[in-house]
């Protein structure tokens, strides 16, 4: 079996927030979806209040941004990322990209687990030409939040269980997974976070700045 690469997305391979990036090429396509979004505002801020319903909320955001039938979800979703990055095109971060293909090449099969919520997830990977990735990110239905240790759990369902050849993420909250492998690397992280990672694992991780 080919070894795993773990990559998280946002501020890893995606240079800022998926929602953000969404909304401003959604609404430069399709202006008037502004108006439903703007008095679904109230309920999309108790949601995301929330940390068990901020999926449920992401979506919800997604379907009034699209209209239309949610088949088609990923695909204009897809369509919204790819006009925002030709606005905004360090948003796909070229360094992120190159060593997802390294890792390819070498044989490796690079997976994606996200907190984000996958129709974003999966329309970012299409507009950036890795459509083909699998996703493991947080959903609304079945509920299910990809954070931290549900990651680790998730990955293990889907068939990706410990350990990884690497796992690259921004964050310390994805200990949990740095601690199924070798090659724990944070990504445009403080050193505290680094250290943070240290105490935990008892070795310092790989630390990489990517724009």
Not at 70 to 96: F, H, I, M, N, Q
Not at 105 to 123: F, K, Q, W
Not at 152 to 160: F, K, N, Q
């Amino acid at each position: 079996m080919a070894p795993t690469v773990v990559f998280d997305l946002d501020r890893v391979l995606l240079g800022g927030d998926a929602s953000t990036l969404f909304l401003h090429g959604r609404l430069r396509k399709a202006p008037a979806r502004g108006i439903p979004l703007l008095l679904a505002m109230p309920l999309l801020a108790v949601l995301a209040a929330f940390p068990r319903l901020r999926p449920l909320g992401a979506r919800i955001m997604t379907r009034i941004a699209v209209g239309g039938r949610s088949a088609s979800d990923v695909e204009v979703v897809a369509e919204a990322y790819g006009e925002a990055l030709t606005r905004k095109p360090e948003a796909a971060v070229a360094e992120a990209m190159a060593a997802v293909a390294r890792h390819r090449r070498d044989g490796d099969t690079v997976v994606i687990a996200t907190g984000c919520e996958e129709t974003l997830a999966r329309g970012f990977l299409a507009a950036i030409g890795l459509g083909d990735l699998d996703v493991i990110g947080s959903r609304a239905m079945p509920p299910q939040h990809a954070l931290g240790e549900s990651k680790v759990s998730l990955l293990e369902e889907r068939g990706y269980p410990p350990p990884w050849a690497a796992v690259y993420s921004d964050s310390a909250s994805d200990l949990p997974l740095f601690a199924g492998t070798p090659r724990p690397v944070l990504v445009n992280a403080d050193d505290k976070a680094a250290r943070k990672v240290e105490r935990a694992l008892g070795r310092r991780p790989e630390t990489i700045t990517w724009r």
